[in-house]
């Protein structure tokens, strides 16, 4: 990773926040790869700027490394001198544990911005692919299919994604340029859930196949979006 690449995705980033026409931003960080990087980009634009940052780690109590997730948040935030809040949740049954888990972690995150805040999350060019397959596979509409936005609301919330045009590939070079210390989960590699099937399993088969796979993938989600926009009209 060059220095010229950096700066160029350093610039995109900070534009991704201006698009919100906001300046407090609240990061969502879990302590693994993507969110260590998120944190850190915010630390390099915060004194070119006037966002303020703060950050949020929500504690699923799920995985058998969250304690270790836990104090990488707290460890980083502290070095960079952010405010960190720690919230934990719950599951209330064993089923649907992983639409629980989003849920439950959204309404934490809603629960504790202040008020004209944005929600910042990780969300990469990957996770892009990953959400078109498993709304996909679970019959959504061209909304669904249209997935995730770079900025975009929910329940009066503004969330902002500013990696979401960032491959994973990039944000592990930019890791490894940085030399970031992050947390794998162990939790992600229990192919029972969806997601971690799709992204463990069935993305990697594809990208062997067709390895232009994203590109093709972020036209046909914009074509699902312009259909959305249609029947909406």
């Known amino acids: 990773m060059d220095n010229l690449n950096l700066s160029i995705l350093k610039e995109n980033f900070k534009k991704t926040l201006q698009n919100t026409n906001k300046t407090n931003f609240l990061l969502a960080i879990s302590g693994g790869i993507d969110s260590m990087l998120l944190l850190k980009m915010a630390k390099l634009i915060q004194n070119d700027t006037s966002y303020i940052f703060r950050a949020i780690h929500v504690d699923h109590n799920f995985s058998s490394n969250a304690e270790e997730m836990k104090r990488q948040c707290s460890d980083i935030c502290d070095e960079y001198n952010i405010d960190l809040t720690i919230k934990k949740i719950r599951l209330s049954t064993n089923k649907n544990?992983?639409?629980q888990l989003r849920n439950k972690r959204y309404e934490s995150f809603f629960n504790n911005m202040l008020k004209d805040e944005v929600l910042v999350l990780a969300h990469h060019e990957d996770d892009q692919f990953e959400t078109f397959l498993y709304r996909l596979f679970r019959g959504a509409s061209p909304k669904g299919l249209s997935s995730i936005k770079e900025i975009s609301e929910r329940k009066n919330k503004i969330l902002c994604r500013p990696f979401l045009q960032v491959s994973k590939?990039?944000?592990?070079?930019l890791s490894r340029y940085f030399d970031l210390k992050f947390v794998n989960d162990h939790s992600n590699?229990?192919?029972?859930?969806d997601r971690n099937y799709i992204r463990n399993k069935i993305v990697p088969s594809i990208n062997k196949r067709w390895e232009n796979i994203n590109k093709v993938m972020n036209h046909n989600i914009e074509l699902q979006n312009n259909y959305s926009l249609i029947v909406n009209d």
């Open 97 to 99: 544990t992983e639409e």
């Open 189 to 193: 590699n229990d192919l029972s859930y």
């Open 169 to 173: 590939k990039t944000i592990i070079e």
